[in-house]
């Protein structure tokens, strides 16, 4: 297979064993990759990293020790906002001081559909053989919620895997053709019309914020192509070809708001998160719950994705003196408040609920997290044979150092299967057939989900040192749909 290949070599005074205590310290001065930040260096242990080559980082993205050799040598898997592999070589000089080699790999596909995500190059996944059906998978590789998107990817790779071993569909193999919209609309716009030049392009599934569904969805009715639409998120106008799982603000608050007031006794609660259209839905339908069982809104306030700077939001809760507060920031942004947030010291005194909060989220935010609630349709502590045998074959898939499932990445992985059972159904891939067939269709993964997708009940979890603890399970307010 061919692959791009980048390397570097330095010669630096400090002695190989020194440098090697310096991986990961975020130390930027002995450059890029000593300039990330790691917890530990050990193999799965996170890092978070930036490939200096212009926009093909876009933003800090993430990797994680494959394998190191103390003093001599770290091999890293490159997960976001592409894939690959980092090697470092530490090689003792006879003088003194180190020869240190940097060696990054990335395959041919993964480098052409960067190059495919900025213009720069054509897209070799369009030329898809006559014998395949294309698959278009819309996510978020890089940008606020790119921490969700490598698992993303794996697991629609995965649940593509599994279809095709099974006879694919309709006697054609599936292929996944995969775009990343970066955190961001606009550029989502770019990933979709892309999606919807894939000669047969049978279905896109989506799984990024509602900001950017609000500019794609139009486009996928106008391809006259159906779009599954994955993550947790409002309601909005219905059409035939957009087809909607996860879960609806309501379903995640109206049985985890009243119990989180019953285990803490408060009554006032401060409402946050970014400004776009999903955060200001839950907090229109955290408003209403909180009416309901008689709390009281002490205030609210939403800041642009991307924000660096939360300390206006956290004054703000703070000079409220509220019990809780309904935290509703995407991917990095979610890490950034919840650390600071955390190191204000106001977690011990205010409890947390956060509609993003998955597993993926609670590796980055480590002990800054601990005590938050959520209430999804997935999380990895799931004690069903169903589960357990999904996360093994993940692992046997993707390797023991592959990131973590999340619920976002969980359900692309139901949203696929039940596209190809509604397929299988409905006769045909076309509109028409996936429509009538997911009438009937089911999967039975994971999640509890019924026909159609739609979830039948949802998880109450908190975050604790060693992940998410299921606590409870809640019926959903209402279908998916």
């Known amino acids: 297979m061919a692959e791009l290949v980048l390397s570097s070599e330095a010669r630096l005074e400090a002695r190989p064993s020194d440098l090697f205590a310096l991986f990961g310290s975020g130390d930027p001065s002995l450059g890029w990759l000593f300039g990330s930040e790691a917890n530990a260096l050990r193999p799965g242990a996170l890092v978070r990293l930036s490939l200096p080559i212009g926009d093909l980082a876009r933003a800090p993205g993430t990797a994680r020790i494959l394998r190191c050799k103390p003093g001599r040598r770290i091999d890293l898997v490159h997960e976001s906002p592409w894939a690959g592999r980092v090697v470092c070589l530490l090689d003792p000089l006879s003088g003194g001081g180190t020869r240190l080699r940097i ?18 190059l054509c897209d070799a996944d369009a030329d898809v053989d006559a014998w395949e059906i294309p698959l278009g998978l819309l996510t978020s590789l890089s940008g606020s919620a790119g921490i969700l998107g490598r698992s993303t990817v794996n697991c629609a790779q995965l649940a593509v895997d599994e279809v095709n071993i099974d006879g694919g569909v309709m006697g054609r193999d599936v292929r996944l053709v995969v775009a990343d919209d970066a955190t961001d609309p606009g ?7 892309r999606l919807c030049r894939v000669s047969g392009m049978a279905a896109v599934i989506g799984m990024h914020s509602s900001a950017t569904y609000a500019v794609t969805s139009p486009m996928a009715i106008a391809n006259g192509i159906p779009y599954l639409y994955t993550p947790t998120s409002e309601a909005t106008a219905r059409h035939p070809l957009l087809i909607r799982f996860g879960e609806r603000p309501q379903d995640q608050l109206h049985r985890a708001l009243p119990l989180m007031a019953k285990t803490t006794g408060g009554t006032r609660w401060f409402l946050t998160g970014n400004d776009y259209s999903w955060p200001r839905a839950i907090g229109t339908a955290a408003r209403d719950v909180i009416e ?17 700077d939360f300390a206006p939001v956290i004054s703000a809760i703070d000079e409220c003196g509220t019990d809780h507060v309904v935290s509703s920031f995407v991917g990095q942004d979610h890490v950034r408040f919840e650390c600071d947030f955390s190191e204000s010291g106001l977690r011990g005194a205010t409890r947390t609920f956060a509609p993003l909060m998955d597993d993926a989220v609670v590796e980055h935010l480590g002990p800054s997290g601990v005590g938050i609630w959520n209430a999804l349709g997935y999380f990895v502590a799931m004690d069903t ?3 357990h045998e999904f996360l093994r074959r993940y692992e046997d898939r993707f ?7 999340s619920a976002a990445a969980e359900g692309v992985y139901e949203a696929i299967h039940t596209w190809a059972s509604a397929c299988r159904s409905g006769g045909g891939t076309e509109p028409s057939a996936l429509l009538g067939g997911l009438r009937t269709a089911g999967f039975r993964g994971p999640r509890r989900c019924g026909r159609g997708g739609s979830l039948e009940s949802l998880l109450l979890g908190e975050a604790t040192p060693s992940g ?14």
């Open 468 to 481: 998410i603890k299921v606590l409870d399970e809640l019926p959903a307010a209402s279908p998916s749909g």
């Open 187 to 193: 550029v989502g716009a770019v990933a979709m019309r």
């Open 385 to 387: 044979t169903e589960n």
């Open 399 to 405: 390797g023991q150092c592959a990131p973590p499932v």
């Open 292 to 308: 309901r069982m008689g709390g009281t809104v002490t205030g609210e306030g939403y800041v642009p994705l991307g924000t660096q």
């Open 103 to 120: 060696r990054v790999t990335i395959d041919d596909r993964e480098f052409l559909r960067l190059g495919a995500d900025f213009g720069l």
